[in-house]
């Protein structure tokens, strides 16, 4: 039976610390594969602007191209439109058996405005990155209680950091993975205009 995690995002760019996150929800849960997703656009990002689709996703497959338990797919990149969870789900549960989507913990709180939440819940077990926290929140989600909350490590690395840097001409070690840092150089990204 195959049991994959869903790691979805803008990965604006890809970075290591989504790397050890899925690679610890994969160890924690044993999962057969984590399987990244880029968003064409992210439908809680509609108004920030991001790197072209082709670029991420260029990016994503150059951070993984070695790692044998981590997959990527380009489904939400060729629907060309806002890319909603519920949609992706119901194609991949054609092909797994068991889906488990792979959250932040600032998604928990928000789940209820994702795109037919109960739905989600139907496909797949959502698993959220935990925070450590020093008392849980007291306003929560309708959907908090129904998620799996895994301990991963904590690392402090943001893409938006990553593109300030950049910007800056600060240097990318050991924040991004060597492709990648090799293609954002390569392609002159994240650049101001």
Known sequence: MSIV????????????????????????????????????????????????????FAMVKLAIKNIPYFDFSDLEINTATISYTIETLRVLIKKYNKIELIIGYDNI????????????????????????????????????NSALFVDTPTIEISSSEIRERVSKNLPLNFLVPEEVQKYIYHFNLYKEK
Do not use: C, M
């Open 109 to 144: 709180l928000k789940f209820s405005s994702w795109k037919e939440p109960d739905e989600i819940l139907k496909l797949a077990k959502i698993i959220v990155l935990n925070r450590k926290l020093t008392q849980e929140p007291i306003d929560k989600d309708r959907f908090y």
């Open 5 to 56: 995690g869903i790691f979805g995002g803008t990965f604006d760019p890809i970075h290591t610390g989504h790397l050890i996150t899925a690679q610890a929800v994969r160890e924690l849960r044993g999962l057969d594969k984590i399987i990244f997703i880029p968003a064409f656009i992210s439908p809680h990002k509609t108004e920030i602007p991001t790197l072209s689709p082709e670029h991420r």
